[in-house]
């Protein structure tokens, strides 16, 4: 039993960052690979970023690749998505996520989920 709580949401400008945390429960946290995912309106939900127990892999989506860093402190029991170079099309409910064991870009495929968090990029 995992249970996700997840901050850091607004509104931005484009071209700003933001950073969002998802503090987990439980005591082993490291043993289970963590993801960020994000759901606009009308469109299905679709991963961004996964990180591995230890943090040592990481999966990044194209469309966020090298402005996304996802990372994890183990113990804080916290994982993080800083945003940078945010584009209106980043608009979204992002979500953190967690899967037992190995990494997985599909929604289906984990076990916990956060309440999501409102992410709005001004244009």
């Known amino acids: 039993q995992v249970q996700l709580v997840e901050s850091g949401g607004g509104l931005v400008q484009a071209g700003g960052s933001l950073i969002l945390s998802c503090a987990a429960s439980?005591?082993?946290?490291?043993?289970?690979?963590m993801a960020w995912f994000r759901q606009a309106p009308g469109k299905e939900r679709d991963v961004v970023a996964t990180?591995?127990?230890?943090?040592?892999?990481?999966y990044y989506a194209d469309s966020v690749k090298g402005r996304f860093t996802i990372s994890r402190d183990n113990a804080k029991n916290t994982v993080y998505l800083q945003m940078n170079s945010l584009k209106p099309e980043d608009t979204a409910v992002y979500y953190c996520?967690?899967?037992?064991?190995?990494?997985?870009?599909?929604?289906?495929?984990?076990?916990?989920w956060g309440q999501g968090t409102q992410v709005t990029v001004s244009s």
């Open positions: 439980g005591r082993t946290f490291s043993e289970y690979g």
């Open positions: 996520a967690a899967r037992y064991g190995r990494l997985s870009g599909y929604a289906d495929q984990y076990d916990y």
């Open positions: 990180i591995s127990g230890s943090g040592g892999t990481t």
